[in-house]
């Protein structure tokens, strides 16, 4: 008998040397494995050791994360691995680009809408709008499908970007710092 | 090396010099004694600087696929990492299979491949290949080097990569340009070659603690001994040794462990899993304490997982997090080289007055001496034809006095040569484990010789396997390298036939192996030595004739063409499912989700 065990969501913030083919390696790793891919989003942080962070979110098995975080750990240029939803409490956020095509009423809904959900507007036309929001991915999607129904809609998302609550920096960067 | 001789090695650093020659330096400095390679355009300068240098030897190799193999076969025969040279683009994709082969077993070599110069890179050049890209996946970590400055750090931290942890390959791509610009010899700065990677080799002494009352508590206990024994080095067997002995626990060993504990010990089980004895599956299966020391509960071992050792607490040593709970889970994890692991685990139990419990030991040692009764690796040496196992158990018999090495390629002939050939002492098996890749044997005896130039060397050989890389016949006939082909000849594919004989009911689908050359003109080809073996009365003649010759010899040894290997855990089944031989097939069908595994 095979016990299915249930599936977590988890956010893994990676720290990694910012050199050519990292992100490959680490993208690479989750398709060569067949681990899943949420969301990733990757920027450098630290411009003096030239190191990028990496936000995953991923769902698996625990025994699954628990190799995700292992595989990650043994690659060479990745500094620090931490799993955000296991080590306390921390916070998520997403950018969200949403263009809605529309007229008349759907407009003005769409405005409103945007107020309650502390959307800016930062780009209009006659016929349409560019709204930025930012939240966590459920305050994002639950705004994108509001709009889905006020017109023809165009969507980009960063993706998570994720970090611990507190007074830790868990992941220093050496920004600044003599090298 | 005296103060003034370190000056004069100072001036002689910081003159200017090529990147090639700078790589041949930085080898050296690395303790590089040879180097397998294979030459093309893109490399031609690291060519021309090896034509003037006089420290490291280069073995021409006829396939850069053998290179590798040749590389792995000298790194796991003499514990150094081995070195290979390719060409870029076709050069460098032939590598590949090396490359992967030597990522499942754990082995270190560091591959460098030629690159087209770096401001053509991405224009699809002359022989122009995404090396890094093609070889991310098959590598522990890979470089494409940059810049000319960069480039004797990189090959540092590259060493330093392939050998610490848990081995593995290491792909320094170079571009023509890099070879050829000018360059500084950087000195070592401490500390900066290590601080990327520093795997953790020291075991934490709580958990030691713990695994020596859990094993101290056991009734039924196993220890089960890895390819990571062999890889931590021979002082790791030397200790596992001496556990064995203070313990008396039954130990057995995966295919990439034999040697770790002689054969020859009491207390050796012999191979567990598909192929692996009656008496060590059973042990494995009925334990109550389990040790794993690198090993990493491989499909091929645990068999069905969910009925794996169903009753067991297990304590998994084990260098790399990866391997921890990811096939099986384990109770115990410890992160630690095998070797440091052992020694505290000796003196943890020496410390705290261990003392076996006899009653409950000799109670198990009862019920594996009566699995033993079953005598599972017998078989039937009638007639003049000779049987595989009989032929292989006879090398081992008639060379036991000697410092031998054997490589295998895949199939059948593995698997008895597993079974029938006792190694006494580690690093003296080599073998395709994890990837499976026939045509390997051959090759790494070659690195296996020119690394141990005194051993006594035999491919064990399946016709089909030696065929896919015979063209290295060319390669140890021209540097004299006296490899022994030992090729056992069904003329069938025969693992495959044994399969489709199994579970695809017996139609043999392309695996009969046509077509063969007639392997003494064929040595004789290459000007050496081919014999051949019709019938048992001829096999001890033509063994000794092969041992007696000093130089390569390729020995034919025509064996019973339907014979299939047992024991065998089918596809899916679990260690107490095991078919002991040719009659026990019928009783029990492989199942369904058997037949999807490989
Ligand atoms: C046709 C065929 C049949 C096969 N049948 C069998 C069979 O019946 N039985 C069998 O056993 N195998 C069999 N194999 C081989 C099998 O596929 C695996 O290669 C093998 O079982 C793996 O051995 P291992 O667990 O010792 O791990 P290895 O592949 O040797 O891996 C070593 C482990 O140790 C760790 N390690 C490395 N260095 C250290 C260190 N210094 N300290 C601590 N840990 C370290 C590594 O992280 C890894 O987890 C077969 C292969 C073929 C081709
Ligand atoms: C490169 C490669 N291709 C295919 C296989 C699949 N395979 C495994 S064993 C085997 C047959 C090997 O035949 P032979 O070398 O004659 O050995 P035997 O089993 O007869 O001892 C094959 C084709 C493999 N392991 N490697």
Same mark, same amino acid.
């Given at each position: 008998m095979v016990i299915k065990e249930q599936v977590e969501r988890h956010t893994i913030s990676v720290q990694v040397d910012n050199e050519p083919g990292v992100l490959a390696r680490v993208i690479g790793l989750f398709s060569g494995r067949g681990y899943n891919i949420d969301s990733l989003t990757v920027s450098e942080v630290d411009t003096t050791s030239r190191q990028s962070r990496i936000s995953i979110v991923t769902i698996g098995t625990p025994l699954v994360i628990e190799q995700i975080k292992a595989q990650l750990h043994r690659m060479v240029p990745v500094h620090h691995v931490r799993d955000l939803t296991t080590s306390g409490s921390h916070i998520e956020r997403e950018l969200a680009l949403v263009k809605v095509v529309n007229s008349g009423e759907k407009r003005i809904e769409a405005l409103r809408i945007a107020d309650t959900f502390r959307a800016r507007t930062i780009d209009s036309t006659l016929s349409s709008f560019v709204f930025e929001i930012t939240g966590n991915s459920s305050k994002v999607e639950a705004f994108i499908d509001l709009m889905a129904s006020l017109g023809e809609m165009e969507v980009s998302r960063t993706g998570v970007s994720a970090i611990s609550r507190g007074a830790t920096a868990d992941m220093p960067i050496s920004h600044g710092a003599e090298e | 090396m005296t103060a003034k001789a370190d000056t004069a090695e100072q001036n002689d650093e910081t003159r200017a010099m090529t990147g090639a020659e700078a790589i041949l330096k930085v080898l050296e400095e690395e303790g590089v004694e040879v180097i397998f390679g294979y030459p093309g355009g893109a490399v031609l300068p690291i060519y021309d600087a090896l034509f003037k240098n006089n420290s490291i030897r280069h073995i021409l190799v006829r396939h850069e696929q053998a290179a590798v193999h040749a590389a792995e076969g000298y790194a796991r025969s003499t514990g150094k990492t081995g070195v290979v040279l390719v060409t870029s683009g076709p050069g460098a994709t032939n590598a590949v299979t090396g490359l992967t082969d030597a990522l499942m077993d754990s082995i270190p070599v560091i591959c460098l491949t030629g690159q087209v110069p770096t401001h053509l890179i991405g224009n699809d050049a002359f022989q122009e290949a995404d090396t890094t890209g093609i070889t991310r996946p098959c590598t522990k970590h890979n470089y494409l080097v940059k810049t000319v400055e960069a480039l004797v750090p990189t090959v540092r931290e590259a060493f330093h990569v392939a050998a610490k942890g848990r081995p593995g390959p290491v792909v320094i791509d170079l571009p023509k340009d890099i070879q050829l610009a000018e360059t500084v010899f950087p000195d070592r700065v401490a500390g900066v070659t290590e601080r990327r990677y520093q795997p953790k080799v020291e075991p934490e002494r709580a958990l030691i603690r713990q695994a020596a009352e859990m094993l101290a508590s056991a009734k039924q206990p196993v220890i089960y001994g890895g390819g990571g024994i062999i890889n931590s080095g021979p002082a790791a067997s030397d200790a596992l040794r001496e556990l064995v002995a203070l313990t008396g626990f039954p130990t057995t060993l995966t295919l990439m462990g034999l040697g770790a504990l002689p054969a020859t010990d009491k207390h050796f089980l012999g191979m567990l899993g598909m192929h692996g004895t009656y008496e060590a599956n059973l042990t494995m299966y009925h334990c109550d304490v389990m040790l794993n020391l690198g090993a990493r509960f491989d499909d091929r071992v645990t068999g069905r997982t969910s009925d794996f050792s169903p009753n067991s607490k297990r304590i998994h040593v084990d260098i790399d997090p990866s391997s921890i709970n990811k096939n099986i889970t384990v109770d115990l994890p410890i992160i630690a080289d095998a070797g440091r692991a052992i020694t505290m685990l000796v003196e943890e139990l020496k410390s705290m007055g261990f003392k076996p419990d006899k009653t409950a030991l000799d109670k198990w040692w009862g019920a594996i001496d009566n699995w033993k009764k079953v005598n599972c690796l017998s078989f039937d040496q009638t007639g003049e034809v000779i049987k595989p196992q009989h032929a292989i158990h006879r090398l081992w018999e008639m060379t036991r006095d000697q410092k031998v090495y054997v490589t295998t390629e895949v199939g059948q002939h593995q698997m008895w040569a597993a079974q029938y050939f006792g190694f006494d002492e580690p690093n003296r098996w080599m073998t395709s484990g994890g990837l499976g890749t026939m045509g390997y044997g051959l090759p790494a005896a070659m690195g296996v010789q020119v690394g141990n130039p005194d051993g006594l060397v035999i491919d064990i050989a399946g016709e089909a396997s030696f065929m %896919?890389? %015979?063209?290295e016949m060319s390669t140890l006939a021209q540097y004299g390298l006296p490899v022994k082909m030992f090729i056992i000849n069904n003329e069938w594919m025969g693992m495959v036939r044994q399969w489709q004989e199994l579970i695809? =009911? =017996?139609?043999?689908?392309?695996s009969y192996s046509a077509s063969l050359p007639d392997f003494i003109k064929l040595a004789e080809s290459f000007g050496m030595k081919g014999l051949r073996a019709n019938t048992v009365d001829d096999l001890d003649g033509v063994i000794e004739a092969m041992l007696a010759e000093d130089g390569p010899v390729v020995a034919d040894i025509r064996v019973a063409k339907e014979e299939n290997c047992f024991p065998m855990i089918p596809s899916g089944a679990a260690h107490n499912e095991m078919l002991l031989g040719p009659n026990d097939k019928a009783a029990k069908p492989v199942s369904e989700e058997g037949m999807v595994l490989v």
């Open positions: - | %896919m890389n %015979m063209q695809h =009911g =017996g139609r043999y689908s392309e």
